[in-house]
């Protein structure tokens, strides 16, 4: 009679650290569903102008004009995308999750929203923000 040596098999993969550095992981690699489409420009735009806050208010810039000339962009199109903050918070939400764009136009521009985030009034911006008739 022919005895075999015992075997124990298992799947592993590689994974990087933060500093690029390799660890076994035991286990199938996963698998990361790609989003398909691209995220309308008016998200990118409100997910920057809280990044240019944040930027700000922990130091690392002074001002709006030093994000300007980081951005190699004017000082008013720096404006134009801050103001975007002046939105009713559930406008910025919405915007942050609107849906990829697969083909066609974006649901809804900065330009059409500049009216809407000068109105100081939050009240008045969510019936503007309905009139443009986003998908949200």
Do not use: S, Y
């Not at 990087?16 to 035991?26: F, Y």
């Not at 700000?56 to 001002?63: A, F």
């Not at 809804?108 to 986003?134: F, N």
């Amino acid at each position: 009679m022919k005895t075999t040596d015992p075997r124990i098999e298992f799947k592993v993969h590689f994974q990087a650290n933060r500093r690029g550095k390799k660890r076994v992981v035991v286990g199938e690699r996963p698998v990361h569903a790609i989003a398909q489409g691209n995220l309308p420009r008016i998200t990118r735009l409100i997910a920057l102008a809280i990044r240019f806050e944040q930027l700000i208010r922990d130091g690392e810039v002074r001002d709006l004009a030093d994000i300007a000339r980081l951005g190699h962009v004017t000082r008013a199109r720096v404006t134009q995308i801050m103001n975007l903050l002046h939105l009713a918070p559930d406008i910025q939400e919405a915007i942050l999750f609107l849906p990829r764009v697969e083909q066609g136009r974006d649901p809804v521009t900065e330009r059409e929203l500049r009216p809407v985030a000068a109105l100081p009034d939050w009240r008045k911006q969510r019936k503007a923000w309905l009139e443009l008739g986003t998908t949200h």
